[in-house]
């Protein structure tokens, strides 16, 4: 593609710093607009909201890796960004636009980019980020009023996406269900190469540690397994849990657990002490889905403690099916009693629990030095479908 021929690449998300001091969709979004701008072969413009619950709202100069950012003012700091600046905004980007992608679905910003492309006729595609999940659709239709609005107006005008992006193959499978259309699977790349690889020390301790990183929500399903914990451990282990919490749900796990020493609520850490405190377990634990709600497309934090050298605790119902046999993750089972047994084999089994070489080793798959490929696929996709029109 001759810098001449550049397509004009507008690309929307919700948020694009992070909400929280660790992982989340706004690193995901981030991350992948960075990646499609070092490649040089598109003329990418960005549009976001400013909005930013660690900073407050952000500037111009925080997204300093692209040349054409538009920010619309968001008042609210929550996940939907909604602001009726933003529709003006992003419909005239997407008049000037060749192409349209849209950094999630089901979010205000993003919803609206699709509807604008569709307004518009310009081609565009977009990636589902959990929007997908059965059990997402499950829960939409139980609201009626959303479920239509989905039914009736979103999800035809997203079959006419040109083609959609999901970070995984587990998300991609939900998604086949309702489309056609080709599928690239790019996963959440993240600069692993600056997390620190922590070595830990080889011991036959009769204890154990874990750590959890993340909401505390029901779809984290941190709730079941902290009842579990509760009945397997004994002085000496200790489950530590960083993250923040925004409803009944979070208070309720805090003020059942909170007063017990087996447990420790940290609260939000930035990603230094993040990882610093994954490096001090013996593995992190993700029980997505415990609470029959499986929403988790991705797990940004699996790679990030897999980084610093630790193996993870993960249903083997989510995107990550090959831990076991690359020896760097154990699967959660479904029955309580089995989850105490495997909590007990894990407790008695010498430290580490997996080697840290190993565990690094296999993140560094989603470094974003490994992108390439994903990157240069999705930029020739849009290219194709750009000159198709």
Same mark, same amino acid.
């Given at each position: 593609?001759?810098?001449?021929?550049?397509? +004009?690449?507008?690309?929307?998300?919700?948020?694009?710093?992070?909400?929280?001091?660790?992982?989340?969709?706004?690193?995901?979004?981030?991350?992948?607009?960075?990646? #499609?701008?070092?490649?040089?072969?598109? /003329?990418?413009?960005?549009?976001?909201?400013?909005?930013?619950?660690?900073?407050?709202?952000?500037?111009?100069?925080?997204?300093?890796?692209?040349?054409?950012? !538009?920010?619309?003012?968001?008042?609210?700091? /929550?996940?939907?960004?909604?602001?009726?600046?933003?529709?003006?905004?992003?419909?005239?980007?997407?008049?000037?636009?060749?192409?349209?992608?849209?950094?999630?679905?089901?979010?205000?910003?993003?919803?609206?980019?699709?509807? $604008?492309?569709?307004?518009?006729?310009?081609?565009?595609?977009?990636?589902?980020? $959990?929007?997908?999940?059965?059990?997402?659709?499950?829960?939409? +239709?139980?609201?009626?009023?959303?479920?239509?609005?989905?039914?009736?107006?979103?999800?035809?005008?997203?079959?006419?996406?040109?083609?959609?992006? !999901?970070?995984?193959?587990?998300?991609?499978? %939900?998604?086949?269900?309702?489309?056609?259309?080709?599928?690239?699977?790019?996963?959440?790349?993240?600069?692993?190469?600056?997390?620190?690889?922590?070595?830990?020390?080889?011991?036959?301790?009769?204890?154990? &540690?874990?750590?959890?990183?993340? &909401?505390?929500?029901?779809?984290?399903?941190?709730?079941?397994?902290?009842?579990?914990?509760?009945?397997?451990?004994?002085?000496?282990?200790? #489950?530590?849990?960083?993250? @923040?919490?925004?409803?009944?749900?979070?208070?309720?796990?805090?003020?059942?657990?909170?007063?017990?020493?087996?447990?420790?609520?940290? $609260?939000?850490?930035?990603?230094?002490?993040?990882?610093?405190?994954?490096?001090?377990?013996?593995?992190?634990?993700? =029980?997505? @889905? #415990?609470?029959?709600?499986?929403?988790? %497309?991705?797990?940004?934090?699996?790679?990030?403690?897999?980084?610093?050298?630790? =193996?993870?605790?993960?249903?083997?119902?989510?995107?990550?099916?090959?831990?076991?046999?690359?020896? *760097?993750?154990?699967?959660?089972? /479904?029955?309580?009693?089995?989850? *105490?047994?495997?909590?007990?084999?894990?407790?008695?089994?010498?430290?580490?629990?997996? %080697? =840290?070489?190993? !565990?690094?080793?296999?993140?560094? %798959?989603?470094?974003?030095?490994?992108? $390439?490929?994903?990157?240069?696929?999705?930029?020739?996709?849009?290219?194709?479908?750009?000159? /198709?029109?």
């Amino acid at each position: 593609m001759s810098p001449r021929n550049k397509v +004009k690449l507008l690309a929307v998300a919700t948020h694009l710093l992070p909400a929280r001091g660790w992982g989340g969709v706004a690193v995901t979004a981030r991350t992948f607009f960075e990646l #499609l701008a070092a490649r040089g072969q598109a /003329d990418l413009s960005v549009v976001t909201s400013d909005a930013c619950r660690e900073k407050g709202h952000i500037k111009h100069n925080d997204l300093a890796f692209v040349e054409n950012v !538009c920010l619309y003012s968001a008042s609210k700091m /929550d996940k939907s960004a909604f602001s009726w600046s933003a529709m003006p905004l992003i419909l005239q980007q997407i008049h000037r636009a060749d192409f349209v992608y849209s950094s999630g679905i089901m979010t205000w910003p993003t919803t609206l980019a699709v509807v $604008g492309a569709c307004l518009y006729r310009r081609p565009f595609a977009f990636h589902a980020h $959990g929007g997908l999940l059965e059990d997402r659709l499950r829960e939409l +239709k139980s609201k009626p009023f959303k479920w239509l609005l989905f039914k009736r107006i979103i999800l035809p005008l997203l079959k006419k996406a040109r083609f959609l992006n !999901c970070s995984s193959e587990f998300e991609a499978a %939900n998604a086949r269900k309702l489309f056609s259309k080709t599928i690239l699977i790019t996963p959440n790349y993240q600069t692993i190469s600056s997390i620190p690889l922590i070595e830990a020390s080889q011991t036959p301790s009769k204890a154990l &540690r874990l750590t959890f990183v993340g &909401r505390l929500h029901k779809d984290k399903g941190i709730h079941r397994f902290s009842s579990i914990w509760k009945s397997f451990a004994r002085d000496g282990d200790l #489950l530590q849990v960083i993250g @923040g919490h925004d409803n009944e749900y979070g208070r309720k796990v805090i003020d059942e657990f909170g007063s017990d020493t087996r447990f420790s609520f940290l $609260g939000e850490r930035n990603r230094a002490e993040v990882f610093q405190l994954i490096g001090e377990s013996d593995a992190l634990v993700l =029980p997505s @889905g #415990l609470e029959g709600t499986l929403r988790e %497309n991705f797990g940004n934090v699996v790679p990030e403690a897999l980084a610093v050298g630790r =193996p993870v605790l993960i249903s083997s119902r989510l995107a990550w099916r090959d831990l076991e046999e690359r020896g *760097v993750g154990f699967f959660l089972p /479904d029955n309580d009693r089995e989850i *105490v047994t495997l909590l007990q084999t894990l407790r008695e089994a010498a430290k580490p629990l997996a %080697n =840290p070489t190993v !565990c690094r080793r296999y993140a560094m %798959n989603f470094d974003a030095e490994a992108s $390439g490929v994903e990157i240069d696929r999705f930029l020739d996709l849009v290219d194709q479908h750009t000159r /198709d029109t």
